[in-house]
């Protein structure tokens, strides 16, 4: 595999930012994008510096997301070559109407099956409704890739991963109608308490990332605090949606514990505990039989 991502660009070439003070107890990235580099060339880690980097700092097992075919190969590769990495593999919503229009879209759901057939997959994922880049033309075909996921994670026994932009009451429609799996992450969670208490009923992890830091997001900090303990998750979207007060530069996992920190504090809970507690929760959201980073150890 490439170990320099290469598939796409984000940041500007911005700088990282220094790592900051490890977490007392290890924690899950459950949603990462370890194939979308950053910068020039040699700016922006590799995939194990990206690995050592995060677990220098707590952040030891990463669940990394295919958006699209190559994507999803390529985090099937990853998750085979480093133990500590197991994939995610869906079509996201946004190229669902671009493959319907292509006439693809049954072939390429075909092809992430087949894919998700490997061990190193433990989800389903992202997949969902964006209403924000994707027109109400191309709302058909977002349900009905939507609802193809829904059926092959239950099929096939996986994670679901959903992806919601601008789209609640309809991510929740679909969820009735097909009937959730066993195990469902909302993704980057982004709405309110209201929201947060309706997709748990339903059994869903809430996941939540560095926007939970963003000074305006009052309503997503009010469904942090209202979220069970035992349904929240952490991730870092990388290398999308840097904590503050790094915002608007680029993310990787290793900023994990800035998100952490401001969610224990904005939660009233100790650091360590709800460490504890999100680990136990991404074990049971994805499964805990799959080792750390820390000593990397890689197939050869």
Same mark, same amino acid.
């Given at each position: 595999m490439t170990e320099q991502p290469t598939r796409a660009r984000h940041g500007?070439?911005?700088?990282?930012?220094?790592?900051?003070?490890?977490?007392?107890?290890?924690?899950?990235?459950?949603?990462?994008?370890?194939d979308i580099a950053d910068?020039?060339?040699g700016e922006w880690f590799s995939t194990p510096q990206a690995l050592a980097a995060a677990a220098a700092v707590g952040v030891t097992r990463i669940v990394q997301v295919g958006c699209?075919?190559?994507?999803?190969?390529?985090a099937v590769e990853a998750a085979t070559r480093y133990p500590s990495v197991v994939a995610a593999v869906a079509?996201?919503?946004?190229?669902?109407?671009?493959?319907?229009?292509?006439?693809? +879209?049954?072939?390429a759901l075909g092809d992430i099956e087949?894919?998700?057939?490997?061990?190193?997959?433990? =989800?389903?994922?992202? !997949?969902?409704?964006?209403?924000f880049r994707t027109g109400i033309e191309g709302r058909a075909a977002q349900w009905t890739s939507f609802k193809a996921h829904i059926e092959m994670a239950k099929r096939l026994d996986k994670t679901l991963v959903i992806h919601d932009r601008d789209s609640h009451d309809d991510v929740l429609a679909v969820i009735d109608e097909v009937g959730a799996p066993a195990r469902w992450v909302m993704h980057c969670f982004s709405g309110d308490a209201e929201f947060a208490s309706r997709c748990v009923a339903r059994g869903a992890h809430l996941s939540f990332a560095g926007p939970v830091t963003f000074k305006n997001?009052?309503? +997503?900090?009010e469904a942090l605090v209202a979220t069970p303990a035992d349904r929240v998750l952490v991730e870092t979207? =990388?290398?999308?949606? !840097?904590?503050?007060?790094?915002?608007?530069?680029?993310?990787?996992?290793?900023?994990?514990?800035?998100?952490?920190?401001?969610?224990?504090e904005t939660r009233g809970e100790d650091l360590a505990g709800l460490c504890?507690?999100?680990?136990?929760?991404?074990?049971?959201?994805?499964?805990?039989?799959?080792?750390?980073?820390?000593p990397l150890v890689t197939n050869t």
């Open positions: 500007g070439g911005k700088p990282r930012p220094e790592a900051p003070e490890p977490l007392p107890v290890p924690v899950v990235d459950n949603h990462c994008h370890l910068g020039p060339d699209d075919l190559p994507g999803a190969r390529w079509l996201h919503p946004n190229e669902a109407p671009r493959l319907a229009e292509q006439g693809m +879209l049954d072939q087949g894919l998700a057939q490997s061990p190193q997959v433990r =989800a389903i994922g992202e !997949t969902g409704l964006d209403y997001n009052h309503d +997503l900090r979207d =990388a290398p999308y949606l !840097t904590p503050m007060p790094f915002r608007g530069r680029p993310n990787a996992s290793y900023l994990v514990p800035i998100t952490m920190r401001f969610m224990a504890e507690q999100v680990q136990a929760n991404t074990f049971a959201a994805y499964g805990g039989d799959w080792p750390e980073f820390a």
